[in-house]
């Protein structure tokens, strides 16, 4: 026994329990889809050789599957057999399709007592499939009472990945219009893409626009092959070449892509050792080409999944390098390949049967493409932008030096003031863009310390008795116990969700501003004190109080201190000292409690 097959038992035993799935009953209040898992018992069969006649001898051998999603067996040699019992309670006739949700298996066959064996798979030619669709679809059809004992038979050559599901015929065929809608504006934009991309190389003949309008092919017709789409329409004849186009045309990409990466990133001159590697890895994919087209299909997919995760890693690694050093188009370039990278690392982790099978591992792959293409496409126009400043810099520089020997020294002089002007302008813009991020927060994009200090300085010139200013102190109660139990990308999700009501709350007028960890601050002016200013702390903790949707299982909750000013004498750093020992004191009065930093104001319990 191969290990394959016994990782394949192993995961069979693991799935598995000690008694036949019970009767599925179909009944008016059956949903339109279910997930037939949970329903199916299963026999490996490891030299894929028995008959019907033999399965249903040794029925009782059959061990039922645990509820759930997906059904994976990884690279598993043999066949498997499913055994479904249905019932109908049905007051008439009913269509039912069991769809197999992976077009890349090779063979299913639906036994139905007497009937007909349905065969479907991509290793069944397109029109001899009991119903054309890119998945292994069959048909079922149940009289009011009737029973009966299907049995599925599956086997591949790439990974055993079936998702069984049953669908109301109705339901199904609106579920496939569905699907192959989706397809068909996925495929559109990769055409668009390619077609766009291929006029600029003809208009421009760069060879790293040519470079992604092949990559842009090869990762397509990839896609349409994991999919079941190039044996629906491309080649629905050749059914060995629709299992190898897969690898074939995933190994082409593999080939392109490093290519692209050193025209793209200018590798030969900035980066010489990465252009090296690069090389190595297009030659490693002209390899998994060969083997694509001469190997067993088995080794062809497995060779082309890992040598897909180190290309994935190879380019990744030298966009990251040239980001760090500020290449032009290079940080667009790693956000790219960081998607499809993820995407292809479920993918290959699924195929392996290391993760279970769901909507990421089963269509990350295409959702990855579709972005990271579409990101390198954003990223060549960035380029080309690029290269057209660069150009007309260039005419510009050639303009001037010509000018220079034609014109007088006044003039001269003119050209140069204007520049510096341009300069200084430039050079103004970008420090007007640097003080205001300087002013806020990356994280919520609330004001910052800076900005805090500044608006004080500010507002406490134009409080007075008639236009007192109000500051309110706020710390968050069990934010800890998030960034904790729930890690700080969630406690930074609860923090921008804190920004927004806190923006919500408060008035257009009012400075709302983080002013450290879990601390907000709230500037107010012309409020009447106390009341006006209490119940705006009591507005913002019944905001903070509800769940939060970034973590609901969390309680958050919050301690305001408040002080208030009504003199210009007041000073910013005693207004926030005020309010932060108030803050204190209501933190050690208990949660959600408001405390004033004066007597004017009423202790309150939110």
Known sequence: MTA?????????????????????????????RI????????????????????????????QTLTPGSG????????????????????????????????????????????????????????SERSIPHRNAVFAVTLAPGESRQLLLRASSEGSLTLNPVLWRAAAFHSHSENSYAAYALYFGMLLALASYNLLLYVALRDRAYLYYVLFVIGVGTGIASIYGLAGQYLWPDSVDWSNRALVVSFAM????????????????????????????????????????????????????????????????????????????????????????????????????????????????????????MLLLSFALAERFNQMKQEKTQAQALALAAKQDLLESVQQHERELEQRV?????????????????????????????????AHLEQARRRCSPSSPLVLLLIDL??????????????????????????????????????????????VAESLAVPEEAQALAERLIAALSEPMAAAPEARIGASIGITAADQRSAETGDLLRLADGAMYAAKAAGRGTIRWAEARGPDARG
């Open 71 to 126: 059904l994976n067996f990884g690279y598993t040699r043999g066949a498997m057999w499913l055994q479904l019992s249905l019932r109908s309670a049905l007051p008439t006739v009913s269509e039912w399709r069991i769809e197999l949700d992976y077009a890349s298996l090779d063979q299913a066959e639906l036994h139905d007592g007497e009937a007909p064996v349905q065969r479907s798979g991509d290793r069944v030619i397109f």
């Open 253 to 372: 990409a593999g080939v392109v892509g490093p290519l692209f990466a050193r025209d793209f990133l200018g590798t030969a001159t900035r980066a010489p050792r990465w252009h090296q590697w690069l090389g190595y890895g297009a030659w490693l994919h002209v390899a998994v080409i060969a083997v694509g087209l001469y190997a067993p299909l088995r080794a062809g997919m497995q060779v082309m999944s890992v040598a897909t995760l180190i290309n994935c890693i190879l380019m990744l690694g030298c966009g990251v390098y040239c980001a760090r050093r500020g290449f032009p188009g290079a940080r667009l370039y790693v956000l790219a390949w960081s998607v499809l990278l993820l995407s292809g690392m479920l993918m290959a982790l699924r195929n392996f049967g290391l993760l279970p099978t769901h909507f990421l591992t089963l269509h990350g792959m295409q959702v990855g493409s579709a972005l990271e």
């Open 35 to 62: 997930e037939l898992r949970g329903h199916l018992s299963v026999l490996p069969d490891p030299e894929a050789g028995l008959e019907v006649a033999a399965v249903r001898a040794q029925i009782d051998r059959f």
């Open 477 to 522: 109660d069990g934010f800890k116990q998030v960034n904790d139990c729930l890690g700080h990308e969630t406690g930074d999700r609860v923090l921008v969700e804190v920004a927004a009501r806190l923006r919500a709350a408060t008035r257009p007028g009012d400075l709302v501003s983080r002013h450290g960890g879990d601390e907000f601050v709230i």
């Open 421 to 453: 002007a341009e300069r200084t302008e430039a050079l103004a813009i970008a420090n007007g863009k640097l003080r205001e991020m300087a002013l806020h927060d990356n994280l919520t994009g609330l004001a910052n310390r800076a900005a805090l200090h």
């Open 4 to 32: 394959a097959l016994r990782a394949g038992m192993a995961l069979w035993l693991l799935l598995g329990g000690m008694v036949h799935a019970a009767e599925l009953v179909l009944d008016p209040s059956t949903p339109a």
